[in-house]
């Protein structure tokens, strides 16, 4: 039976559904479904996380009546819309990057870490930084008591990057970064120069950032600065990439965190699709053309609780993408429409009996493959609880190398495509996002998400929406609702070193005794007029880096320059 | 949630300050608490992010609160709660208790709770558990 239209015809909602599977459907479920279930209590609310009802089968007529049309809505991998696939072999010729996200105590604890997972087979390490690196304070800050090392690694300086990276060329791997996402222009300019001082220049290796300030204030907590100088800021990272390394991807727009917190993956892609929009108009009214922008940013999607909703999720956001890039910012080359995906596996996780998590985030992350993401971390079982330690970071980077690997799961490009339940879901998902675009878009963009308390409204709805689902036993989890067991977590949860701490500490006050204290006030006052002026800045930014300034000495001055946020107090 | 009728004996509502400390910008359980401690009935004020333990104590003893909830999971309880503890004490709140929710290590539970924190509820929790606690500990007025 061939599900698809003939080719070139567009459908349309009211075309007339294939007579005889529609009918043949409704025969079915009266004839043969409803009797031999009638009296069967559903075990489970049969709806997704997101919402979406799901339904016992699904049939051509479920395509015809959304109007699918193969041409128009999937096409080809590599090729608009690129709903299967954002590269044409995909994982059969071009295999997704089996990536880590690593880091604790200081940066010589870090690097033997590093080169552990080189060894196991990483392809790509973004480093966790810990909260006071993140949040733009040095190591001996105040606000750091107790956070040094604790939740990533503590970089404060130049320094500490060479020692992080020592024994690890920046080229030796298919690429390097770190989150960074209220510091940008500076793990920009810290990636720079660690090139240079290892004599490797900026085009033989890749750094990738997420640089996705706006998700910050709504959900995952390391905001600075008030919402408009971030996100220029972030922007001035992307443009100088344009500039000077356009084989970087300077920022990976995120829906994980925005999901995570309550949003649902939907609305939460609909939020990260807005953000990604506010980036893109601040470098096009700086001159930049969507064809040089577009190709250097990536999105970061995230579904963790329905497997066949990520396929789904990813496929519609590829489509989306594409259509936006080239109906509305009028894009005109592939890779300025072909929506490159960062996801990181998750599945419920859960405090209880850790190891289960193990084949939680496998499944998770499969259907991440399935999707057709291209760059793709596995959260370690414990992950939950404590940052991974080396054996459980090598379970997560081995399930990537099974999937990728064995099963045959890999070697057809998006083996799902055509399957009517997916092609539904994915219609159905694209609704549901571009609906909560066109939602976004009349309250007034992503500035308006995080300032008129949408953002914070969805999220707190929806987990406590989770929250009650778990409760009462209407989404099941395993060992929490179903065959209940304790929490356990384990003594070494978040334990940070305080050795590392300690070792951390007094690297900072050597390098800044030993750093050329005139070099650093000139550089740290360049910032700080190019800053003023409303120039890119990353070039001041990169000299004072070069120059060991710290961190929390450039933050300083764009705290002192536009204030900081004002947290909410709204639940 | 069974929580329907527990002030009808109260004058006065439960009133509880949940507070985030430190850096950790993971609110989400946090609000959620807050949200349904509401729901029960209670009087809840939350914080916002990153306030400091002085920033917590002020605002606790302001509004007059029975409980301070501090959600924690970047794993910084052990600094931060005794702290916490002391500088309420310095003020003269030593009648304001203190819970805790989030990444609390098994072996940390018993230290907490020596050095002054009440009760630790573990990620997961589920908000019915919270509520009874609290209806059966804070003393009638």
Known sequence: MNIFKPSGTFASADNEPAPDVAAETARWKEETFAPATAGVKDRKKFVTDTGLPVEPLYTPSDLDATGFDYLRDLGFPGEYPFTRGDRPGMNRTDPFVVSAYSGFGDAEACNKRFRKLIEFGTEQILVALDLPTQCGYDSDHEMATAEVGSVGVAIDTLADMELLFHGIPADSIKRIGTLGNSIGPIVLALYAALGEKQGIDWSRYTVNLQNDPLKEYIARGTQILPPDPAARLASDAVAWCVEHAPNWSPMTVCVNHINAGGAGSSMGTAIALANARHYIDLLLAKGYTIDQVAPLLHMFPDERHDFFVSIANLRALRRIWARMMKEQYGATTPEAMACRTTVYGHGQEALAEPLNNIPRTAFGTLAYVLGGASYVYLAGYDEAVSTPNENSARVALRTLQIIANEHGFTDTVDPLGGSYFVESLTGQVERQILDGLAQIEQIGGALAVIGKGFGRRVMTEGAVRRQRAIDSGERPWVTVNMWPQKPDVPNTAFRGDEKAAERQLARLARVKAARDAARVKAALAEVDRATAEGRNVVPSVLEAVRAYASVGEIVDLWRRRFGSFVPSTDF | ?141
């Open chain 2, 1 to 141: 949630m069974s929580v329907s009728n527990l002030e009808v004996s109260r004058t006065r509502k439960i009133r509880i300050l949940i507070a985030k400390i430190g850096l950790d910008g993971h609110d989400v359980g946090a609000r959620v608490v807050a949200r349904g401690l509401l729901d029960a009935g209670m009087e809840v004020i939350y914080t916002g992010l990153r306030r400091t333990n002085e920033d917590v104590v002020r605002a606790a003893v302001e509004e007059d609160v029975d409980w301070v909830g501090v959600s924690i999971l970047s794993g910084a309880h052990r600094v931060l709660l005794p702290r916490l503890r002391a500088l309420l004490d310095e003020s003269g709140a030593n009648d304001i208790r203190i819970l805790a929710g989030g990444i609390i290590p098994q072996e940390d539970i018993p230290v907490l709770q020596a050095k002054g924190v009440d009760k630790i509820f573990l990620s997961g929790t589920p908000i019915a558990e919270i509520v009874d606690y609290l209806v059966k500990e804070t003393p009638h007025v």
